[in-house]
């Protein structure tokens, strides 16, 4: 609902100020608008052809196209809503048509820049971030511990083949202990995904793969998706805690459950789950939620957490979101913090989903944490 009112408003107030005060010449004009109505069209289109927004039955190249044109519209809006505001000022109101005749197809070669660029890096080949490297007293490993993490995988019909078999040998060649999937794995329905998501798999950790939900698992089929995760013999962590040996050393990896549960009356993240059952030292305790919303409150020293992972901001996507993604994420958005004695990190995400699939200052990331005696 709020992409398609911002969709709407925004070619509404783009379209009256170009045609009613006829503010460029049609060379750019009308293009413009074509490709402002296509955005204007990517919702029903994709809602035809998937049934929701998170699933369109359409080819890569229309759902990229789709989404570059909602870029577009997005960005001539909001120069257009400056452009406006710079009328108020006497010397640039006084030579109105001037102003508007030179600015309006500046306007749109800089949308149409700004949505194709940051497009082509939000589907640029994830990069290997070598996260964090935690060494301790307490134990001594034969063989550093791996842990990868991939957050906001988003597989839809926006996942291009070769992308997703050189995310998987990017992650074996790391011959990683364990994999940790931190929710948003895939965006539809069980049925249309479940090929594309089958491929997981061929992801190769000695200790297997983790999986906790995000909102996005919540959206269409929640209990389809789990039962999933489970026949592909995943751990699937619903506030609940799955415990390794890896050498001398006990390692707990604590899932919790995601807010968007309570709007399904599903349980809800609790923080009691990671009361320690056994207080003994020399365990290492890795916290994963899908959004980092509210950890700074759940997360209490007594727990003893090391390491906690999340994703869900997509490291705020672009500058000028990156604010508000932080203040809706209890101040988190990408990269590390602490909180107490506990590393928080914070994923850019693995990938983007087509609601919004546009990057600058943020990339697509698998994250590697390893653990050294």
Known sequence: MFFTFLNL???????SVLWCFRSCSRWFSVPASVFMFFG?????????????????QLPRHAVIFFSWC???LWISFALTLLLCALHLIPVVKSSGEKI???????IFVLAALSAVLTGLNALRPPELVKANVFRS????????????????????SLTDGAWFADMITTVNSQEPDLVILSGDVADGTVSRRSPFVDRLKEIKASKGIVVVPGNHEYYIDYHGWMNLYRGMNFTVLENGVWSFRYEDVIVDIIGLTDEEARRYDLPEPRAAVMNR???SEGRIRILVKHRPK???????????????LSGHTHGGMIPILSPLVAFMNSGFCQGKYRIGDTILFVSDGTFLWNGFPFRLNSRNMIAEFIFEG
């Open 277 to 279: 059952s056994d207080p």
């Open 100 to 106: 508007r005749s030179f600015c309006f197809p500046l």
């Open 9 to 15: 408003i925004s070619f509404i107030t783009v379209m």
């Open 294 to 308: 509210n950890l700074d409150t759940m997360i209490a020293p007594g727990h003893g957490i090391r390491l906690a």
């Open 70 to 72: 909602s870029g577009f």
């Open 40 to 56: 204007l069209l990517k919702i029903p289109v994709f809602v035809y052809y998937g049934g929701n927004l998170f699933s369109p």
């Open 137 to 156: 007293d307490e134990h001594v490993f034969n063989r550093p511990m791996k842990i990868i993490q991939l957050s906001d995988l988003h597989l839809s």
